[in-house]
């Protein structure tokens, strides 16, 4: 058995205000970066996963993680990154 | 003019703890995820560019921010992540 790395990018639907994202960009502006014209942040999770399960098996998995904890699927949206 | 978007990819370097990540570990095994070994958390920032100054310029400035703003190069590493 060995291990593989899984990457989930976790963004905010682009419905959703971004308060974190706007001050980095107003912080951008300030330091005279002014071609920024708006900054969205999310977060990427990297999963080292242990095991044999088959690929596609792992992925159903990984989209229950998202579900249930890494995500909160009423604000954000999930994928899995491909490296 | 117009705009576009890049997006840059902020991980905490390997040598660093990620407590957060642990954290999430934790969570995952008591969920009933005993296949994740390791969780590592980032941060993905989109930004949206606006102007025509070319690619590779741009992407100087990216760096720029980074180094200024958006990382914090002792303890964090980052790149461009191309789409």
């Known amino acids: 058995m060995d291990s593989k790395t899984y990457r989930v990018s976790v963004q905010l639907k682009p419905s ?3 308060p974190q994202g706007k001050t980095v960009a107003h912080a951008l502006h300030a330091l005279g970066f002014e071609e920024v014209t708006d900054v969205r942040i999310g977060k990427i999770i990297s999963l080292k996963i242990h095991g044999d399960l088959p690929d596609d098996e792992v992925r159903g998995r990984i989209d229950a993680m998202c579900q249930k904890l890494l995500a909160n699927p009423v604000i954000e ?3 899995l990154v491909e490296d």
């Open 16 to 18: 959703v205000l971004d």
């Open 77 to 79: 949206t999930f994928e």
